[in-house]
């Protein structure tokens, strides 16, 4: 696993507020970490993805943490990018979600 750090959320609401305090300035990608369908934190792929798009992210690839813990998967976020420059906003529609 590459050294990018470590997010752990567990609701939307938790993850908006994250991407909103740090998309901005993040300039890496991430590992989001968040909690399987068991565990009464589970946030679903697609409020995720939604999220992510919204702040101007894609999710890319899936980890599993067991040596961290069992209850947590991890996904790779990262930065979209249109040639080598990084795309600041999402798409207009995703940032009208933001509001």
């Known amino acids: 696993m590459e050294n990018y750090e470590r997010v752990e959320v567990k ?3 938790e993850l908006r507020q994250w991407l909103k305090q740090h998309h901005h300035s993040q ?3 991430i590992w989001l ?3 399987k369908k068991h ?3 589970y ?3 697609d409020h995720m993805v939604e999220e ?3 702040f101007g992210g894609l999710t890319v690839s899936k980890k599993k943490l067991t040596k961290i813990d069992p209850d947590i998967s ?3 976020v990262v ?3 249109f040639g080598r420059r990084p795309i600041k906003n999402g798409s207009k529609n995703s940032c009208n979600k933001r509001k």
């Open 74 to 76: 991890c996904r790779h």
């Open 27 to 29: 300039k890496q990608s």
């Open 11 to 13: 609701t939307r609401h």
């Open 52 to 54: 992510a798009l919204c």
């Open 43 to 45: 946030l679903p792929y």
């Open 79 to 81: 930065p979209r990018v």
């Open 33 to 35: 970490m968040t909690y």
């Open 39 to 41: 565990s009464p934190h």
